[in-house]
């Protein structure tokens, strides 16, 4: 009897575990996964947020600026409030007093000052973006409270306070005898995610801020996995050892179109893309003399030999709408009337032998003075986008006598080529949405950047006039009319060549929710996202 006794009460005790058991593999399956691991075709290298080697998503989610740019103007993030002086020179910012850094360090005004003094004193680095040259020093005016004293009236300074990089804020712990310039030894930020393994190569996992400032994120784990673009990353998704994917900080996608459409058809998976973003364009090195492309009736030619219907249609499916201007028209100052200029084979051919390029019987490439009509056109090899519209574009321009010769590099290779002029063109994009029309303009005028573009038209000089006195221009009439000049005469030159608007792409699970984005196309507000 007593054995029976221990028998049932024996069973009654296993089953009371296993609906215990069963009762937690129930909850288990309610609950919602905590993780986004993301595809990037490289690795997040260096997160010293004041310099320029680091993963542009990455950074966005560690380190936080003052004020954010939206579509409905600057709002605070690190700075609660702030004010201008009358004439434009002087910022004094009001600090959030409820806000650390990854390491406990408090995020004042004295961190603030120690951020932006070492950013000013490795001024090279920042050449090309303004405000670097305009800041006379950093005040500290109590605990919460910052100045910032330009030299003169700048008015994208706020634009440029909101970059993902360089005044961002890393904790002063990290700082290296005071300096940044020369790397750091942690980092630290403020943001809603903070860095807590890296491998190269490989991945980096970033975890859920749980003091952030702003709430803690309810996606509790993001991971950058690095992965070949294509087809690695088109199997990695199905088979969920990646599940988000989005357009990288150069513009181009992890997979193609119809890759993202049998995700989405799979059932699994949903596409959310951003408004216009950017425009993808062709680069021309008007200043290479030795080259046809410092004629401005070649570098026309090639923008009419550019089916951009036929690119958006085919290549991008009709994601990337067909862009015949340098900037989408929801980009501020962008509203300009400009003559519209597409497809037309038979206006490159008038404007070629109007130029002296003859196309001799038998001939398949024109000469002039003994000179083919040759030139070299660069793509990012990780892009089999921009290698598609390439051959399109060779192909169209041989048919007019244009010898186009295409070659594919890394993005890296290619910025290194728009930097010293060792190009005649190369496919690129404009800055942004969160940047434009003032730092891609800005860029026409530096050394890093298209110096090489711009410097060999006709009407440079008066360019780069009205370049620096739009950002000095506090009148916004006097903005919009220098603005329209500057657009007029590149569009004119066609140095910049448009092809399309781009936008961010997000391939994502069904199930994850409030996905959205910045004004910025190189971040993306993972805190906000969260699953059903």
């Not at 986004?36 to 680091?54: C, E, F, Q, R, W």
């Not at 004020?67 to 009358?86: D, M």
């Not at 650390?100 to 973006?129: C, L, T, Y």
């Not at 206006?347 to 030139?375: I, Y």
Request: aromatic share 10%; charged share 25%.
């Amino acid at each position: 009897m007593r054995r029976r006794w221990v028998t049932v009460i024996t069973v009654i005790m296993v089953c009371a575990a296993l609906l215990a058991g069963c009762g937690g593999t129930q909850t288990g399956s309610k609950e919602s996964p905590k993780e986004l691991v993301y595809a990037s075709a490289k690795d997040i290298n260096d997160m010293n947020p004041h310099v320029y080697t680091g993963s542009n998503p990455a950074q966005g989610v560690v380190y936080e600026s003052l004020v954010e740019n939206t579509e409905e103007g600057f709002k605070p993030l690190l700075a609660e409030s702030w004010e201008i002086s009358g004439d434009g020179k002087v910022y004094t910012f009001h600090l959030r007093k409820d806000v650390k850094f990854h390491d406990g360090e408090p995020f004042n005004a004295e961190a603030v000052k120690k951020n932006i003094e070492a950013v000013q004193r490795n001024a090279a680095k920042h050449a090309w973006i303004k405000l670097s040259t305009k800041i006379v020093s950093c005040n500290v005016i109590d605990t919460h409270t910052v100045q910032l004293v330009l030299s003169e009236a700048y008015y994208p300074a706020l634009l440029e306070l909101s970059f993902t990089r360089p005044y961002v804020f890393i904790s002063p712990n990290h700082f290296k005898d005071g300096e940044t310039k020369n790397g750091v030894n942690g980092y630290s930020g403020t943001g809603p995610y903070k860095l807590t393994e890296h491998k190269v190569d490989q991945y980096a996992v970033f975890e859920a801020n749980e003091g952030y400032w702003g709430g803690a994120p309810k996606i509790k784990k993001l991971t950058a996995k690095v992965l070949p673009a294509g087809e690695t990353t088109f199997l990695a998704m199905k088979k969920g050892e990646v599940n988000f994917l989005f357009t990288d900080d150069r513009g181009t996608d992890s997979i193609d179109v119809e890759a993202m459409t049998k995700l989405a058809d799979s059932g699994g998976y949903q596409i959310v893309r951003s408004k216009p973003m950017n425009t993808k364009m062709i680069v021309a090195n008007s200043s290479k003399t030795n080259s046809p492309v410092h004629e401005t009736a070649v570098r026309q030619a090639i923008w009419h030999v550019i089916d951009r219907e036929t690119i958006s249609k085919q290549i991008f499916k009709g994601t990337e709408p067909a862009a015949y201007t340098l900037f989408s028209a929801n980009v501020k100052y962008a509203d300009v009337d400009l003559k519209k200029q597409g497809y037309d084979p038979e206006a490159a051919q008038k404007l070629l032998e109007q130029a002296g390029w003859v196309l001799g019987s038998g001939q398949e490439v024109r000469t002039k003075n003994g000179s083919k009509l040759s030139m070299k056109l660069y793509y990012d090899s990780n892009s089999s986008s921009q290698k598609t519209q390439a051959e399109l574009i060779q192909h169209a321009a041989k048919k007019i006598g244009i010898q186009l010769e295409l070659a594919g590099e890394q993005s890296t290779s290619i910025a290194k080529r728009r930097a010293t002029g060792d190009y005649d063109l190369l496919f690129n994009q404009t800055w942004g949405l969160a940047y434009d029309p003032q730092s891609t303009i800005a860029a026409f005028t530096s050394d890093s950047s298209y110096l090489h573009t711009t410097k060999g038209i006709a009407r440079a000089n008066e360019l780069y006039q009205k370049i620096t006195q739009v950002t000095a221009a506090m009148d916004e009439n006097v903005r919009k009319s220098l603005y329209a000049d500057i657009l007029r005469i590149v569009h004119e030159e066609a140095v910049f060549i448009p092809i399309t608007n781009g936008s961010v792409t997000i391939v994502a699970p069904n199930t994850l929710q409030d996905i959205g984005f910045k004004q910025s196309q190189f971040e993306l507000p993972f805190e906000k996202m969260h699953f059903q």
